[in-house]
């Protein structure tokens, strides 16, 4: 065999053993590591955020509602969706009565965020002066509903159901003690992400519903006690 015929030959050999790796590669990839390169996409592709539960309700003896929660309207903010943080800040500042100095700074800080919380819990006002800016002024803002504890006695019996922070976890009273009961099971929501791990609000899928809190009854009379 000539020289040029055993170049061709190792030349085959080299190409024969190159294609021998790939194809042995696929096979590792597509069946024996097809589940877990599926969860890493999956994970890289959708993202699971909680859901609140609905906090439970409170009511004296005769079923009078001493406690309840209200759905009511939270702003947070994808920073890495914003062009220009601080023409956000002026605008959600005017609207939602908040200082935009510290909105810009706060936004600036976590710029490289998915999610920080612009004002919770807003007022209807607010909530309606949020709506009317242009989707320039909000862009990259989204409305989150949480529940809002209400007391439909006001301070009446104030001392005995305690209050809940804002997080709606129970602080003092009964909604202290009753906390586990009251709280619920929080779901999940799945989110979809871009190419750069932003996440896309517009696509969500509830796969895991909340578990509402249980109500409590008191031994309490509201109108006599």
């Given at each position: 065999?000539?020289?040029?015929?055993?170049?061709?030959?190792?030349?085959?050999?080299?190409?024969?053993?190159?294609?021998?790796?790939?194809?042995?590669?696929?096979?590792?990839?597509?069946?024996?590591?097809?589940?877990s390169?599926?969860?890493?996409?999956?994970?890289?592709?959708?993202?699971?955020?909680?859901?609140?539960?609905?906090?439970?309700?409170?009511?004296?003896?005769?079923?009078?509602l001493?406690?309840?929660?209200?759905?009511?309207?939270?702003?947070?903010?994808?920073?890495?969706?914003?062009?220009?943080?601080?023409?956000?800040?002026?605008?959600?500042?005017?609207?939602?009565?908040?200082?935009?100095?510290?909105?810009?700074?706060?936004?600036?800080?976590?710029?490289?965020?998915?999610?920080?919380?612009?004002?919770?819990?807003?007022s209807?006002?607010?909530?309606?002066?949020?709506?009317?800016?242009?989707?320039?002024?909000?862009?990259?803002?989204?409305?989150?509903?949480?529940?809002?504890?209400?007391?439909?006695?006001?301070?009446?019996?104030?001392?005995?159901?305690?209050?809940?922070?804002?997080?709606?976890?129970?602080?003092?009273?009964?909604?202290?003690?009753?906390?586990?009961?009251?709280?619920?099971?929080?779901?999940?929501?799945?989110?979809?992400?871009?190419?750069?791990?932003?996440?896309?609000v517009?696509?969500?899928?509830?796969?895991?519903?909340?578990?509402?809190?249980?109500?409590?009854v008191?031994?309490?009379?509201?109108?006599?006690?």
């Amino acid at each position: 065999m000539n020289v040029s015929g055993a170049r061709s030959s190792v030349l085959f050999m080299a190409i024969v053993c190159a294609f021998a790796l790939l194809a042995a590669r696929l096979v590792q990839i597509q069946l024996l590591q097809h589940d877990s390169f599926a969860q890493g996409a999956a994970g890289q592709q959708y993202k699971r955020i909680e859901v609140e539960a609905r906090r439970g309700r409170i009511y004296d003896r005769n079923l009078r509602l001493l406690a309840t929660t209200v759905p009511c309207p939270s702003i947070f903010v994808n920073p890495t969706e914003v062009p220009n943080l601080r023409y956000l800040a002026g605008a959600l500042g005017d609207a939602l009565s908040a200082d935009a100095g510290a909105l810009y700074g706060v936004f600036s800080a976590k710029a490289d965020r998915q999610f920080v919380w612009v004002k919770r819990r807003i007022s209807p006002s607010e909530y309606q002066a949020f709506l009317s800016l242009t989707p320039a002024q909000r862009m990259g803002t989204y409305v989150r509903w949480e529940g809002k504890r209400k007391y439909p006695l006001g301070r009446h019996a104030s001392h005995v159901l305690g209050l809940v922070d804002i997080d709606n976890q129970g602080r003092l009273g009964v909604e202290s003690t009753f906390q586990d009961d009251l709280a619920g099971k929080p779901g999940h929501e799945t989110f979809a992400t871009d190419g750069k791990g932003n996440l896309r609000v517009t696509y969500q899928a509830c796969d895991e519903p909340p578990v509402p809190g249980l109500s409590v009854v008191l031994t309490l009379d509201s109108i006599i006690q």
